[in-house]
């Protein structure tokens, strides 16, 4: 499957369904499911413009989960314009249907969309929580 590493706490704002758009340098022409990997780095200036500007709850630095697969998402489109407030361009990744798994699957990230192969992926379907959705202040 492929997948995408993702800095905290975007990561975690992605997989329980309040961030819709991933923002990139680059475009993209995959389509399909596409694993959330949380890298090993976190973006303490994303997380207060989170808390600030977007008025979003997230949980602080040493709640997150880090060098896993988090949970997965349906890639749908690659745009260069959005109505999204998450979206910042220059392209942006348009996901819906969030799921976040249960338990972290630990993995070793990389830059770009990557493979990660199937046998590293347990019976994801037991292993699937429904996102919470927005927690807004």
């Known amino acids: 499957?492929?997948?995408?590493?993702?800095?905290?706490?975007?990561?975690?704002?992605?997989?329980?369904?309040?961030?819709?758009?991933?923002?990139?340098?680059?475009?993209?022409?995959?389509?399909?499911?596409?694993?959330?990997?949380?890298?090993?780095?976190?973006?303490?200036q994303g997380y207060e413009f989170i808390l600030k500007v977007m008025d979003v709850w997230v949980p602080s630095k040493p709640h997150h989960v880090y060098g896993a697969i988090i949970g997965v998402v349906d890639l749908i489109d690659c745009v260069r314009e959005h109505g999204s407030p998450w979206f910042f361009g220059p392209h942006g990744f348009v996901l819906e249907n969030a799921r976040k798994f249960k338990s972290p699957i630990q993995w070793r990230g990389q830059l770009g969309i990557f493979e990660v192969p199937n046998y590293v992926l347990p019976d994801t379907k037991c292993n699937v929580l429904k996102p919470s959705g927005a927690t807004l202040r």
């Open 1 to 44: 499957m492929k997948a995408l590493s993702i800095r905290q706490p975007w990561a975690w704002l992605i997989v329980n369904g309040i961030k819709n758009i991933e923002n990139r340098e680059w475009p993209t022409n995959y389509r399909g499911p596409l694993l959330i990997h949380a890298s090993k780095k976190w973006d303490q």
